[in-house]
């Protein structure tokens, strides 16, 4: 049996939440305006999760993914899918060495910490299904060879809402997979005079490195020590079921939805500096971590509804635990 992980210390806390700000001014540096986006995205670094950026071109989704490999000393690879990618040309390829007389593991753009898959969704099925394993169990097998990525790993796949022409969608098994979908969105009127007049434009490179990888390794480690409740892991899993038996969903959230929901959420409360995770945090995470599993009804799509409604009538019908239900530790 594993035997339960000691409760975080102050001085732990403080160390996270301290590293996380650190990290998010400096990526903020690049990219301008947008700390929420930034932090969440850092979140999904802590929570050992991927994220999927869906935007419109030109408005720093590879800058995003760039900074933050930057920022932590990490090895990125972005890799551009286009329709004649093959598996081989992501993972890896075994080729036979006439001087040793013996096959050799040439690995693949995706051995990388923060791998940068642009444009996912213009690659075929069968390349896409290529990062499902390295997503879910961060191996690679080729040719019944399974071989280890480095950590931390990162996914930042990134798709355009608009040129749909020669696209492949993305399936539901591969949006269950990211932990988060998030939009980076326009820029402010004075951010983007900031970026016309040439104030504060820096290339991710540029960015100071605030820690190693071994110092998110070390972080990813104590955000698994947050001390969640069980009356929130109930919270959580009821949440999860609203969405299932919603009128206008036709698939709800998976049980991978909701351990990816409670993961985030650890993160998230360091970031706040508490070793504990409150409701709040589920509710400020319940968007980029469900919409993107959830799947509408025809009707609901012919009549405008959104999955942030959906998640949003999620929220008002579940009740929220009471602080005398939970452990001292979470008062």
């Not at 990526?27 to 930034?38: A, F, R, Y």
């Not at 050992?48 to 930057?70: C, F, I, N, W, Y």
């Not at 990888?213 to 001390?227: F, G």
């Not at 959420?265 to 509710?283: I, S």
Request: with cysteine; proline share 8%.
């Amino acid at each position: 049996m594993n035997q339960p992980q000691p409760p975080l210390t102050p001085a732990q806390v403080t160390a996270f939440a301290d590293l996380a700000a650190r990290l998010t001014g400096a990526v903020g540096t690049v990219v301008l305006g947008k700390p929420e986006v930034v932090r969440l995205g850092l979140i999904c670094l802590f929570a050992q999760g991927h994220v999927l950026l869906e935007d419109v071109p030109g408005v720093g989704k590879t800058t995003l993914a760039r900074a933050m490999a930057s920022a932590v000393q990490g090895q990125w690879r972005r890799v551009q899918f286009t329709p004649d990618l093959l598996p081989s040309d992501v993972t890896g390829v075994t080729i036979f060495n006439q001087a040793s007389r013996g096959f050799e593991f040439h690995p693949g753009p995706i051995f990388a910490n923060i791998v940068i898959a642009d444009e996912i969704n213009r690659a075929s099925p069968k390349t896409q299904s290529a990062l499902l394993e390295v997503m879910e169990e961060r191996t690679v097998t080729v040719d019944g060879v399974r071989h280890a990525v480095p950590r931390p790993f990162l996914v930042v796949a990134t798709q355009n809402p608009v040129e749909m022409d020669g696209t492949y969608r993305l399936p539901e098994a591969q949006l269950d997979r990211f932990l988060m979908k998030l939009s980076v969105g326009y820029p402010s009127e004075l951010v983007e005079i900031e970026v016309l007049r040439g104030a504060n434009i820096r290339s991710p490179e540029a960015i100071e490195p605030i820690c190693s990888t071994d110092t998110v390794a070390e972080a990813i480690r104590l955000a698994q020590r947050v001390h969640t409740a069980d009356p929130l892991y109930a919270y959580a899993v009821r949440l999860a079921a609203a969405t299932r038996d919603h009128k206008h969903v036709r698939v709800g959230v998976s049980p991978r939805g909701v351990i990816a929901l409670t993961r985030a959420a650890a993160a998230y409360a360091l970031t706040e500096g508490r070793g504990f995770v409150l409701p709040e945090d589920f509710k400020a995470l319940v968007e980029p971590v469900f919409a993107h599993r959830i799947l509408l009804t025809p009707d609901a799509q012919l009549r405008g509804v959104t999955a942030a409604e959906v998640l949003q009538d999620a929220i008002e019908s579940v009740p929220v635990p009471l602080p005398g239900q939970a452990d001292s530790r979470s008062r």
